[in-house]
Structures are given as structure tokens and as C-alpha cells.
């Protein structure tokens, strides 16, 4: 079965400390890959998106993720955190060739940022 | 930027009632998707409509329907609720038509916070 894997649940970094959360999906075929962000009490936002070409692609924040295919992986990096990056992270994979839309999200990762 | 707009935000039932939540797309979105989030969890996709019609179905039990109506909008009715069926219910949408199934961006309301008691 389909399935996106973030294995940091929780994460504590000081303020500008730098942040990589990992995010790896079991699918062999064309996938879109997403990282969403959820503020305390929001709804999700999102950050960045992978469709195809470059793999390393910006979003919003600072924020950027890394697409490596051979791995299966779509981690997200921010060089320097800062408190109101506190929030939960979720990665979202679509399995474009699957002949579905749907997202599967990853558990996600809750961020702590100290300041 | 129009987002996405759910109603209500904040939703208590008892067990056994029933509950509609409404979920009013991004202008020009023809394809409308609905998550549930329990607490603690990742969201987990439901069911989703493309042009009025079906188009994908998840873990959606058989107490739950939902349609997507002539102006785009949905509606979830949940019935014969459980304490289970407390959770967060997002509502997505994007444009199929437009962007195709290969560049699917789909943005998320506000969600409705369903609490049954």
C-alpha cells in the first residue's frame, strides 16, 4: 500500500538553528510531492510543491525540500528557524499515475522553536 | 485571495444525530476533496468530487455521503454519529481542468471542528 513515512514526530531547535525534516513515500510511479504546514488551531497552508524538473524547489518562509528520487525522499530544510516557525509539518505525496487525486499525508512532524 | 470557506467552524452533536458540513470552493475550482483529522493525526482523505461526479473514494464509513452541487459547492452528511466521528473535517479544493491531474494543487479551508458527545 501507498504510504508516506516523516520519521521525526517531534523537534525541538533553538532559534536560528537550521531544520531538515525527513519525508519518504512508497510509490514507484510519477508522484507529486507536497509539504503543508499547520499552525496551532489552523488549517493547513501550503509551503512548497514538487511537480517535475528541478529537483531542489523554494517555497515560501525560507522554506525549500529536496526531491530524490532513487531514495524516495522529499525532505524539508530552513537554514535558520525562528520561533513563529513553531507549527506542525506534514508531507503529502500524490500518486499521479495511480489514477487517483487523493493526498496521502504523512504523520507529521511537530515543530518547537525556542527562543 | 478567495480560500477556501467551510461552515460551521465549531459543530457538537450527540451520539446518534446527524451534522452537514458545507464546503464552498475556491472560485473556478472544479474538484472539491474531504479529509478527516482525529486528534494527534495525519488527515486522511475521505472522498472527492470532480465536475458534480465521484471521483475518488477513501476511508469514508457507509453513514457518511457527501455530493458536489451545480455551483460547485459540497456537502459531507454524517449519520448516526459516534464519539469516533470527533475530529477535524477539511475540505480541499483545486482545479483539474485547469492545472490537469499532473499539476493537482489542492488548498485547504479552515476545516470544521466536528464534537460529538
Known amino acids: 500500500a501507498q504510504s508516506v513515512s516523516q520519521h521525526n514526530h517531534h523537534v525541538i531547535l533553538s532559534e536560528a538553528a537550521s531544520l531538515e525534516l525527513g519525508c519518504n513515500y512508497s510509490y514507484g510511479g510519477t508522484v507529486n510531492l507536497f509539504w503543508y504546514v499547520q499552525y496551532p488551531g489552523q488549517h493547513l497552508q501550503l509551503l512548497l510543491k514538487?511537480?517535475?524538473?528541478?529537483?531542489l524547489v523554494k517555497g515560501i518562509k525560507g522554506f525549500e525540500a529536496e526531491f530524490i528520487k532513487s531514495k524516495f525522499s522529499f525532505n524539508l530544510r530552513k537554514p535558520s528557524v525562528q520561533w513563529s516557525d513553531t507549527a506542525e509539518y506534514f508531507c503529502a505525496v500524490n500518486p499521479t499515475t495511480s489514477g487517483t487525486y487523493k493526498y496521502i499525508f504523512g504523520t507529521g512532524t511537530r515543530l518547537k522553536v525556542l527562543a | 485571495a478567495a480560500g477556501v470557506i467551510q461552515s460551521p467552524r465549531h459543530l457538537i452533536k450527540e451520539k446518534r444525530e446527524t451534522a452537514t458540513l458545507k464546503c464552498y470552493p475556491i472560485p473556478r475550482h472544479d474538484t472539491v476533496y474531504w479529509y478527516q483529522q482525529g486528534p494527534g493525526q495525519d488527515p486522511q482523505f475521505l472522498i472527492s468530487f470532480y465536475e458534480k461526479m465521484q471521483s475518488d473514494k477513501g476511508s469514508i464509513p457507509d453513514r457518511f455521503s457527501a455530493q458536489q452541487f451545480s455551483d460547485y459547492h459540497s456537502e459531507l452528511n454524517m449519520s448516526s454519529l459516534e464519539l469516533g466521528d470527533s475530529a477535524l473535517y477539511f475540505c480541499a479544493s483545486s482545479s483539474l481542468t485547469s492545472g490537469g491531474p499532473r499539476r493537482d494543487t489542492q488548498y485547504f479551508g479552515p476545516g470544521t471542528r466536528l464534537t460529538v458527545l
Open positions: 514538487y511537480f517535475s524538473g528541478d529537483p
